[in-house]
């Protein structure tokens, strides 16, 4: 299935507390500047309309929450969903997310890492553009705290299985361990948009959650 066009964002909208381009961040990652704090860091690879992002940063002001998109029209979607509700600890960035986990985020600094529906990238040839890749993960692995965790769902099986290959062979996680559905309480109890279609047509989601070892 592939993603529904969005809604109009209201161009009245103020976006600049919520929205970053990846090239305007200094290097390193400067976390207290971005939330003015020094909370756990959580991030979302592949937004998409931003419910994950938006929903669990609501849900837990005592953390703070990072969502990196690559499809500019998304982000600022996101970034105005984030504006709209008013979310202080949520922000979206604009950019490539392997540039962004490979010279922004230093070592042992994030708590969880979220990577939910990537684009699968069927054909043969397009293969190595999956953001699950061998260069990708060993830097999820580098940039977890001890402790932290992957959180990795998709509806494509034969990408789910490629994917636990490929941290078997390229990271020391422990995993996978198996995440159980969790009933639906109302229309949005979903992790993303992209889960809540699945369920809804009753289609398979393959969840896993990895640890790095303490």
């Known amino acids: 299935m592939g993603r529904r066009a969005l809604r109009r964002i209201d161009p009245a909208l103020d976006l600049s507390g919520h929205l970053i381009e990846l090239e305007s961040l200094?290097?390193?990652?400067?976390?207290?500047?971005?939330?003015?704090?020094?909370?756990?860091?959580?991030?979302?690879?592949?937004?998409?309309?931003?419910?994950?992002?938006?929903?669990?940063?609501?849900?837990?002001?005592?953390?703070?929450?990072?969502?990196i998109e690559i499809l500019a029209k998304y982000a600022s979607f996101v970034a105005a969903r984030l504006a709209t509700r008013e979310v202080a600890n949520a922000r979206i960035i604009h950019g490539?997310?392997?540039?962004?986990?490979?010279?922004?985020?230093?070592?042992?600094?994030?708590?969880?890492?979220?990577?939910?529906?990537?684009?699968?990238?069927?054909?043969?040839?397009?293969?190595?553009?999956?953001?699950?890749?061998?260069?990708?993960l060993p830097n999820v692995q580098r940039t977890l705290v001890p402790g932290g965790t992957l959180h990795f769902w998709t509806d494509v099986e034969e990408y789910f299985q490629s994917a636990l290959e490929l941290i078997a062979a390229h990271t020391t996680l422990i995993g996978p361990q198996p995440v159980s559905e969790k009933p639906a309480d109302h229309d949005l109890d979903y992790r993303t948009h992209f889960e809540r279609r699945m369920r809804l047509n009753d289609l398979p989601v393959y969840r896993a959650q990895f640890d790095k070892p303490v």
Do not use: C
Not at 110 to 130: E, G, Q
């Open 26 to 67: 200094p290097q390193p990652l400067d976390r207290t500047a971005l939330f003015g704090r020094q909370a756990r860091l959580e991030i979302e690879v592949g937004s998409g309309k931003g419910l994950f992002l938006s929903a669990a940063a609501a849900g837990d002001a005592d953390s703070d929450f990072l969502g």
């Open 96 to 136: 490539n997310a392997e540039d962004f986990f490979r010279l922004w985020v230093q070592d042992n600094s994030i708590d969880a890492v979220h990577v939910y529906f990537p684009d699968p990238w069927w054909k043969a040839r397009h293969k190595k553009r999956r953001v699950m890749n061998e260069l990708f």
